[in-house]
């Protein structure tokens, strides 16, 4: 039997390419029924939680790891825990595979990166297991402590591919350190972090010392998007006026370097510098748009220099073929998610001491590039060493309270 093809009246493509493109475009536009905005007051500790409880679900871990750093430094170690675990709840099931609609819908063409849930890039979920294992220490549970270690070298892998591995030093050295405090080899652990350190010597592993010390300092990286459409994820290091520190207790006085970069974490993967660009999305956009100029601007030249119904028609179709495609194109959304967790530091370090038990205050001094002391970051801290049993962990950050009982 031959094959037919019915030619359409031209009041038909016309009405058809009217339905066609509305839909497009409306697949394109369509959101999510908005909440009522949340009332800011411009303090961490108190939007925070409301926004954790009360805000978009795609944005509660990264208000609960905010509130997390900020109840950190003003020693809320109960309500950073809380927002901690309820953060790495949902990175741990996203990441493991568990099904989230927000990112199944950001991995298509036509949603943007920010309608996903966020579980941060590779450094920021990295910080959150570092500051728990923190946390864990600090109750008394080193191997808890070791367990997010572990976890955050691994949220900075490619665990998929075997192409790089996590880099943190400080992961890796308190990973060894708690394994040797617990009574095992932490030997290869301190291997790993002696060689991604950079013009840092770590020491040895001290196990008889029952005080460690976390300091933080400097701003965090800044996340932007660049390129054409914006689908370019970059970022911008701001300068970091503090680049050491130095810790007293009475007539002592330790030099701390920082062993940790965050803003080198943010811009490397394995040591490499990494592109974050979301390259598919981008370049389906640039050449379905493309396309649809072409094929747009044949049909309207072929329907306006036919003279026969029939030229007419198949120009129609083209320019119907071209709106479409242009369609696709505006629907397409490539830009980057430029959500951040935007309080973490720019530098991590530690230190280790023997101390006899009972009560004890410390200063911290942060210093310039010169060596000279920055007095407005100087901090102040009362803790007391148990006689036995659990070390003393003491938190302290350029942006801590001061003074402070910990």
């Known amino acids: ?33 908005k909440q009522p905005p949340l009332k800011l007051t411009g303090d961490i500790l108190v939007d925070g939680p409301a926004a954790v409880e009360l805000g978009p679900q795609k944005d509660r871990v990264l208000w609960a790891c905010r509130t997390a750093a900020a109840a950190m430094r003003t020693g809320q170690f109960d309500l950073a825990e809380r927002m901690l675990d309820d953060a790495l709840m949902t990175i741990g099931g996203i990441t ?72 943190w030093v400080l992961a890796d050295y308190l990973d060894g350190y708690a394994t040797a405090k617990l009574g095992g080899d932490g030997a290869d652990a301190l291997k790993r972090a002696q060689a991604a350190a950079k013009n840092v010597s770590l020491p040895p592993f001290n196990t008889r010392a029952n005080t460690l010390f976390f300091i933080e300092f400097g701003p965090a990286p800044v996340k932007f998007a660049a390129g ?9 290091t701001p300068p970091s006026q503090i680049k050491s520190a130095e810790l007293k207790i009475g007539q002592m006085s330790f030099p701390v370097a920082p062993s940790d970069d965050v803003a080198f974490q943010a811009t490397t993967r394995g040591g490499r510098v990494m592109d974050h660009i979301l390259g598919k999305k981008a370049v389906f956009k640039s050449t379905t748009s493309t396309i649809g100029d072409v094929a747009l601007i044949g049909g309207i030249g072929t329907a306006m220099a036919s003279n026969n119904r029939t030229g007419q028609q198949i120009g129609a179709g083209l320019a119907f073929a071209g709106l479409l495609s242009k369609a696709l194109s505006a629907s397409t959304m490539p830009d980057a998610d430029t959500r951040m967790w935007d309080n973490l530091p720019r530098h991590l370090s530690f230190a280790t001491l023997q101390l006899p038990a009972g009560q004890h205050e410390a200063t911290i001094l942060f210093k310039d590039a010169s060596g000279s002391v920055l007095q407005k970051y100087s901090k102040t801290v009362s803790f007391n060493v148990p006689s036995e049993g659990k070390d003393k962990v003491v938190f302290v950050s350029d942006k801590s309270s001061t003074p402070q009982i910990q």
């Open 1 to 33: 039997m031959p094959l037919t093809v019915k030619i359409l009246p031209a009041r038909c493509w016309r009405f058809s390419l009217a339905c066609v493109c509305a839909l497009a475009l409306s697949q394109g536009c369509a959101t999510a029924p």
């Open 228 to 236: 054409q459409y914006g689908e370019q994820l970059r970022f911008n």
């Open 96 to 167: 493991s595979g568990a099904a989230d609609k927000g990112a199944k819908q950001a991995r298509s063409h036509f949603y943007s990166e920010s309608r996903k849930s966020f579980i941060g890039e590779p450094y920021e979920r990295s910080m959150a297991y570092i500051y728990r294992g923190i946390l864990y220490w600090m109750d008394g549970q080193p191997d808890n402590a070791r367990a997010c270690f572990r976890s955050a070298q691994i949220a900075d892998s490619d665990t998929e591919n075997k192409t790089y591995a996590g880099d």
